[in-house]
């Protein structure tokens, strides 16, 4: 059987997503029917960047299905001292049955996959991080009952986040609002290819109010993304009105939430009052990468 990767949100179907978010709903609610389906299976987990949510819950999840997690860091491998990507996928490949990797560079990751011989699944780089993606619409599934024409106002940095966002917005026909300050928008191909192939309806706007107004849900991310540190002091400058803060939620619907991917950097992109209030969905929203990390293990890994 050929191994299918997960490093980009596009990889899956939308009824593979439905599918997905159904089984870490179940996974969440204590269905063990499948108990330990990976027994006797190891899960790298290479990380080029730090992490306190994706390797935890990932390391937790692949306990819990029965394999053993394994922790590698690129300076502890030989490919810190050159060897390549094709190589080290190649020889990997011989002793884990999945492959989680962090990276800087996308084509990291993609490189990996095409000499692994086993899944890889993309647990963020510098274009995506469809595991987040897939926690947030479970999170919105939960406290909305539906995905289907839900708005959801994603305000500040067209990151990574924002990327896989709106490719899962395509998917599940999520009302995906994006308010950036010029030039700091989505990825523009993957803005087009996925509003011409998806169900969601994907809005482009610069007014972080005019994105609040009427939301179900309100989103942010850090506005210094990790690699990209250089650019902290003027991007302070030009998403300083784009901060998700009591004033915006007002405009949102009485009963909105509001999601964080997590690290947040309280202050900036959203204040203390919001993240701490009771609209906030922030730390179910990061249980739920461990639900939702299951369901892909589970589904990914042979
Ligand atoms: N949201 C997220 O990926 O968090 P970590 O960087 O802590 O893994
Ligand atoms: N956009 C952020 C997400 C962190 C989980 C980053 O890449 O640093």
Not at 92 to 109: I, K, Q, W
């Amino acid at each position: 059987m050929t191994k299918k990767d997960f490093l980009t949100i596009g990889d899956m179907s939308a009824e593979e997503v439905r599918t997905l978010l159904d089984r870490s709903i179940a996974l969440k609610a204590g269905d063990d029917a499948m108990k330990c389906p990976l027994i006797g299976k190891s899960v790298g987990l290479f990380f080029e960047k730090p992490s306190t949510r994706t390797r935890v819950s990932f390391e937790v999840g692949i306990y819990q299905l029965g394999a053993q997690p394994v922790y590698l860091s690129p300076k502890e491998l030989q490919l810190g001292r050159g060897e390549t990507i094709g190589d080290t996928a190649r020889t990997l490949s011989r002793y884990l049955h999945g492959m989680v990797m962090r990276v800087y560079s996308h084509r990291s990751a993609v490189e990996f996959a095409r000499h692994a011989t086993i899944p890889v699944i993309n647990g963020l780089s510098d274009l995506h991080h469809p595991c987040q993606a897939l926690a947030d619409a479970m999170t919105v599934l939960e406290y909305k009952g539906r995905l289907e024409g839900v708005r959801v106002a994603y305000i500040g940095d067209g990151n990574n986040v924002a990327n896989s966002l709106v490719e899962i917005a395509a998917r599940t026909g999520i009302d995906f609002v994006i308010a950036s300050p010029s030039g700091y928008g989505p990825d523009a191909a993957l803005l087009e290819k996925s509003r011409a192939a998806g169900t969601g309806n994907i809005t482009l706007v610069d007014d972080p109010r005019e994105a609040a107004e009427n939301a179900d849900v309100l989103y942010t991310d850090v506005w210094v993304s990790m690699g990209q540190e250089g650019e902290a002091e003027e991007k302070a400058k030009k998403f300083r009105s784009y901060q998700i803060n009591a004033e915006l939620l007002r405009l949102a619907k009485s009963d909105a939430v509001v999601l964080h991917c997590l690290p947040a950097i309280r202050g900036q992109e959203i204040t203390d009052e919001v993240m701490d209030g009771p609209q906030s969905a922030v730390f179910d929203q990061a249980e739920n990468r461990m639900h939702t990390e299951k369901a892909l293990l589970e589904y990914l890994v042979r």
